[in-house]
């Protein structure tokens, strides 16, 4: 090889490592940034040589010139589709017939009742809620990738699967072993919840067409001609079945068969499990089922499949479905139901939010009387009305949304939901700033809801945390006008606090006693309490690393708070704005004036030992955790980062240090170990 083809090798090895890292394990070993430098690079020589560009080179992956059309591929093995059971009578039913099959097949697996070890074993996963595709690869590369289609034929999509990371371009071979000649891998094609969400909102944003789902939005995705759209795309990748492979790799069981995949570079399921019988499948549905919520993708069941391929292959098909697996169904997400009013809320910053009101409906298990709506954009978007049938979607911690209108059943002579011009609350003007979709109410803090909301957030957990202060509580206070500012809080009476619904002395002095206890906070909780637009908990906290103390902060000009980490010009005009109002200014006083404190910090953030530095944090320590140390980093004015590169100034590697280190060790970054961070640390107190 020449040292060129040495080069471009070594840049391909290095950014194929770390998309793996990055997408299939989680696990990033690079900055966005250092990526993007080796990944141009790259693409800078391969310019100069295209004679030297492969196919499995990283470039090929940000999509080529448009298509005119699919070509049309048939499966060499047909892609199938999955029989359904909803609850345990249907999952006895399935494992009660794959036993008797299989005894009328003469394999007599299933010992007496209740005998462990000699009950079927099964392999099961979650159902992904995405798109079947299928993946040859023939001497580890990627040749080709198809749509499940009607499962005798696809269309052919390569180029598109292509531009997903998570898709290995060739195969992973440990230690140079050999790889099979042919496979070929099915999996589903995907985008997790946030993505989705994320692009949707910038899709709102920028008054452009939403997706429905996160499976709309993926298949959307793959349809493209143009694979440079694809490539933007956050689509990933989850293999869940060995569709064909050469003789001479055969495994045993489908787990055996998945492990091969994940050796060769494909993610697989974290949540795969091999369980026997029928309690093992019960209890495997019910666990996912309680961790739907959380998972970062949408999910619509679980996929059961005998785990011995032996046993597969006996069984074999009745019509489009194999004998062996079966899919347990959850309940759906999106459902229908009726809109019957549109309420307008007022938020902590004056933004008025229609809210849907529902016909109450069980979606995912949990009942949905409220959807939010956004913004009147959306509802424009939506072409919703008062008294339309609407199909809901709720997923994870998602707030529902209202999905689309079934206009088929629209009543007659509905009306249009139009945005009040006066606050529903408090009845002052509302408006709409110039380029932005929300509409405000003016009353500020004259507001109540505005009012109500700003003292919620100055009691919550991150603010002032003050115990027994609930919304409730707070509704009442200021609706009896007992509360006006935060400040007031601190001037409440028993007699007051005792008087309200559901309060009794005791628990108005437990109250007294927890706002005495807020007085003593930190200054970037007190910035934070502030409710300042645009500045949440990181933005403060590193307002007051910077300023160390309120004077200046109050003083700051745009120019100095711009310097501050994460603060662009926007949320700096905010501060200034906020700092610069007369209004507050008092506020602040008499918030000061009722004793609140915090310890002060003499020195300037510029003045800190370890300014200007950046440490990365890797392997497991001892005598603190990594958020510790962190903290503690950070309070010296250090960034803690979490990979390295050329510009880190410090490694600390704990126990069982992997890849940081290595990396560390040739970019030549200085490597310390816990003890030495220990004395560094103990050197810097006092
Ligand atoms: S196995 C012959 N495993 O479900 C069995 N399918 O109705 C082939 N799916 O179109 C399917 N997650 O898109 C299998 N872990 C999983 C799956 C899964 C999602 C989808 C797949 C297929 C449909 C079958």
């Not at 070890?117 to 040749?143: H, M, R, T, W």
């Not at 985008?191 to 008054?207: K, W």
């Not at 997706?211 to 298949?219: L, Q, T």
């Not at 994940?262 to 091999?274: A, E, M, Q, Y």
Request: negative net charge; glycine residues 6%; hydrophobic residues 40%.
């Amino acid at each position: 090889m020449t040292q060129l083809q040495t080069q471009l090798a070594d840049l391909r090895q290095q950014l194929n490592e770390h998309s793996y890292r990055y997408y299939v394990l989680d696990d990033p070993s690079l900055p966005d940034a250092e990526y993007d430098r080796l990944f141009r690079q790259l693409q800078e020589l391969e310019a100069k040589h295209p004679e030297l560009v492969t196919s499995d080179s990283p470039t090929q992956r940000v999509g080529s010139t448009p298509l005119s059309d699919f070509p049309s591929i048939s499966h060499q093995v047909p892609m199938l589709s999955l029989g359904n059971v909803f609850d345990a009578e249907g999952l006895q039913a399935f494992v009660k017939r794959v036993e008797r099959e299989l005894a009328d097949l003469g394999r007599a697996v299933i010992g007496e009742e209740g005998k462990e070890g000699e009950q079927l074993e099964f392999c099961c996963e979650p159902k992904l809620d995405g798109l079947a595709v299928s993946l040859l690869y023939q001497n580890g590369q990627l040749i080709q990738g198809v749509t499940r289609g009607d499962g005798q034929t696809g269309e052919g999509i390569t180029e598109n699967l292509k531009t997903l990371r998570s898709i290995p371009l060739s195969l992973r071979s440990a230690d140079n072993q050999p790889l099979p000649e042919l496979l070929e891998v099915r999996g589903e094609v995907y985008m997790p919840r946030s993505a989705f969400e994320a692009m949707n909102e910038q899709a709102r944003l920028a008054d452009e067409k939403t997706f429905a789902n996160p499976r709309n939005a993926a298949a959307g995705s793959l349809r493209q001609l143009d694979s440079r759209i694809t490539a933007t795309r956050p689509l990933e990748f989850t293999a869940y079945q060995v569709a064909q492979i050469s003789q001479d790799f055969a495994v045993k069981t489908h787990e055996k068969a998945m492990q091969a995949l994940k050796n060769w570079g494909f993610k697989i399921s974290p949540d795969l499990k091999v369980v026997k019988g029928y309690t093992g499948l019960q209890s495997f549905c019910d666990e996912l089922a309680a961790k739907r919520d959380q998972l970062p993708y949408d999910i619509d069941g679980a996929v059961l499949k005998i785990n011995d391929l032996r046993l597969q292959a006996e069984l074999g098909f009745r019509a489009r479905e194999p004998r062996w697996a079966t899919s347990f169904k959850y309940p759906a997400q999106e459902e229908i139901t009726r809109l019957l009013d549109v309420e307008f809320q007022v938020g902590r910053t004056g933004v008025v939010t229609p809210v849907a009101r529902l016909a109450p409906v069980q979606v995912a298990g949990v009942t949905v009387a409220n959807a939010t709506l956004h913004n009147m954009d959306e509802i424009a978007r939506l072409e919703v009305r008062f008294g339309d049938t609407v199909i809901i979607r709720r997923a994870g911690d998602v707030i529902p949304q209202i999905v689309r209108v079934v206009l088929e059943q629209r009543p007659t002579n509905t009306q249009s939901i139009i945005m009040p011009t006066s606050c529903p609350i408090c009845d002052s003007h509302v408006e709409r700033a110039e380029g932005e979709a929300a509409y405000r109410c003016t009353g500020g803090l004259y507001c109540p809801a505005q009012r109500k909301e700003a003292i919620k957030h100055f009691a919550s957990r991150k603010a002032f945390d003050i115990e027994g202060l609930g919304v409730k509580l707070i509704d009442q206070l200021v609706d009896n006008e007992l509360v006006k500012s935060p400040a007031d809080l601190y001037k409440l009476k028993v007699e007051q606090l005792a008087n309200l619904e559901r309060m009794a002395e005791k628990s108005a002095n437990n109250l007294l006693e927890a706002l005495e206890v807020s007085k003593k906070t930190t200054l970037a909780r007190f910035i934070y309490a502030l409710g300042i637009r645009e500045v949440g908990e990181a933005t403060a906290a590193n307002l007051a690393r910077y300023f160390g103390q309120l004077e200046t902060l109050k003083q700051a000009s745009i120019e100095q708070l711009l310097e501050v980490d994460d603060v662009g010009p926007i949320v700096a005009q905010h501060i200034y704005a906020f700092f610069n109002e007369p209004h507050n200014l008092t506020t602040l006083d008499d918030l000061l004036a009722q004793g609140i404190h915090w310890p002060e910090t003499q020195v300037r953030r510029e003045d800190l030992p370890l300014t200007g530095q950046t440490w990365v944090l890797t392997g497991s320590m001892q005598s603190l955790t990594r958020d510790q140390a962190k903290e503690k980093l950070e309070a010296l004015g250090a960034k803690v980062a979490g990979s390295v590169s050329k510009k880190t100034s410090q490694l600390v590697a704990g126990e069982a240090a992997g890849s940081k280190l290595t990396r560390a060790e040739s970019l030549g970054v200085p490597v310390m170990d816990e003890q030495q961070l220990l004395e560094l640390l103990a050197s810097h107190t006092n």
